[in-house]
């Protein structure tokens, strides 16, 4: 199974059937009970929205204000239409 670290987003696989795994990023114990699957998805989605802004634009996500990548895929939405 693929887990994004919800502290820290660290991505990893795990083949643990425990409900707890530890984040090898951050030590973060995270339950995988407490992640169903529509929050995994939400959280896959944005991750890779996110690396596709960081392609696109060049910027790190630690370096930009949320709302930069708001426009950014305004501006996507634009084009497109
Ligand atoms: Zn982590």
Do not use: A
Not at 7 to 29: A, D, M
Not at 52 to 70: A, C, P, Q
């Amino acid at each position: 199974m693929k887990i994004i670290c919800p502290k820290c987003r660290y991505e990893w696989i795990t083949k643990s059937s425990h409900i707890y795994v530890s984040c090898p990023s951050c030590l973060q114990k995270v339950n995988l009970n407490n992640l169903d699957n529509s929050f995994r998805m939400k959280l896959f989605q944005v991750e890779i929205l996110i690396r596709e802004f960081e392609n696109d634009t060049g910027k790190k996500r630690n370096k930009v204000k949320l709302s930069e990548i708001v426009e950014w895929l305004e501006s996507k939405i634009i084009k497109k239409d």
